[in-house]
């Protein structure tokens, strides 16, 4: 069986993500003794072949408009012809918002078992058995695939992006596809910002800030590390922060190395989006708040006395 990894670019970028994703089946292949592709869609100023430094050997990219990458219809038909005419026994996808469309209806038109949120390399030696979180992180399952065509979405931060070195061939595919049937009428980007769902460290606020007007710390923090901004939903309802900063289990789940909660409880609903993160770190004045106890290094103190400090820290730190 082949493996077919689709990689998903962004302003000239590969989404680190995807990237992650390419060296989980790039390791499944060396596991299988299969090799694993990469298959691109749309214009990228990035270059293709570049990405054999992932370790796979060839990169199928098919043109189309760029608006196009958003009509998970339409890119379902894609990916799924393009599976079927290199006859690929498993499509790999990083669990971004754009796959959780896509790859379900990937798995629909290749008759595939398919496991959402994976966490670990398949274990192969008695059928094919995946590790995923359940019950909001709360609980690992391992998820046998009966099926010989198989979707895996791996999680964020899930596999470790490991550097191969290599070019890969480029082949551009012409497949038949259907019209879109959206039209994408503007983009309002905001400048600047880390998107939260990759980025691999998050500085996070709750209501222990008392206000809008007090995120300066938490905005400052997190420029000086390279950190997406989050918040707590009580925050995002009570509109002090945008509700896509919101994380939680009514919010975005989020798996960075690094989650920095200031001011947050950590009600269980909150826990529901964060306790993936590999390390947690808390400020909050109660030493009793829940959130100390899924926290890897707690501060018991007052936010607006210890986040100077930190920021101070950070910044002596060059
Ligand atoms: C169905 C349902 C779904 C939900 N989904 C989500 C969700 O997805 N995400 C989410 O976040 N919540 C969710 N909630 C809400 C959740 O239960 C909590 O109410 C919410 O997370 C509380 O937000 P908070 O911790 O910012 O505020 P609070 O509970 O008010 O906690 C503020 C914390 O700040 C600390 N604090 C106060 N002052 C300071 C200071 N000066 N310095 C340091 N610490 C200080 C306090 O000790 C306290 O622990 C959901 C609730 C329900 C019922």
Request: hydrophobic share 40%; glycine share 10%.
């Amino acid at each position: 069986m082949s493996i077919l990894i689709y990689t998903e670019h962004q302003e000239g970028k590969f989404k680190k993500n995807s990237l992650e994703a390419i060296s989980y089946g790039v390791a499944i292949a060396t596991q299988a003794g299969t090799e694993a592709y990469a298959l691109v869609a749309g214009s990228t100023s990035a270059t293709l072949s570049d990405l054999g430094n992932y370790g796979v050997k060839k990169v199928f990219h098919v043109a189309t408009d760029n608006n196009n990458l958003s009509d998970t219809k339409f890119m379902s038909a894609l990916v799924a012809q393009v599976a079927q005419e290199q006859q690929t026994d498993l499509v790999i996808f990083s669990n971004t918002l754009s796959a959780k469309g896509i790859a379900p209806r990937v798995a629909v038109k290749l008759k595939a078992g398919m496991i959402s949120g994976a966490v670990a390399l398949p274990d192969t030696s008695n059928g094919f058995i995946v590790k995923k979180n359940v019950f909001s992180g709360k609980a690992v399952t391992e998820i046998k695939v009966l099926t010989t065509k198989k979707v895996i979405t791996l999680n964020a931060n899930a596999y470790e992006l490991k550097e191969t070195g290599g070019s890969a061939e480029v082949i551009n595919l012409n497949p038949t596809l259907p019209a879109s049937s959206i039209t994408i009428t503007g983009v309002n980007k905001t400048a600047g910002e880390i998107p939260l769902a990759e980025a691999e460290r998050v500085i996070s606020g709750g209501r222990g800030l008392k206000g809008p007007e007090h995120w300066g710390m938490i905005e400052e923090l997190a420029k000086l590390t390279g950190a997406a901004t989050a918040c707590s939903r009580a925050v995002a309802d009570a509109h002090w922060r945008p509700h896509h900063e919101h994380v939680g289990q009514t919010g975005l789940a989020i798996s960075p190395n690094l989650y920095f909660a200031v001011g947050i409880s950590g009600a269980i609903q909150h826990l529901a989006g964060v306790n993936r993160s590999k390390t947690i770190v808390v400020i909050n004045k109660d030493p009793e708040a829940p959130f100390f106890k899924a926290a890897d290094y707690g501060i018991v103190g007052d936010a607006f006395e210890v986040m100077p400090k930190i920021i101070q820290a950070v910044k002596d730190l060059g």
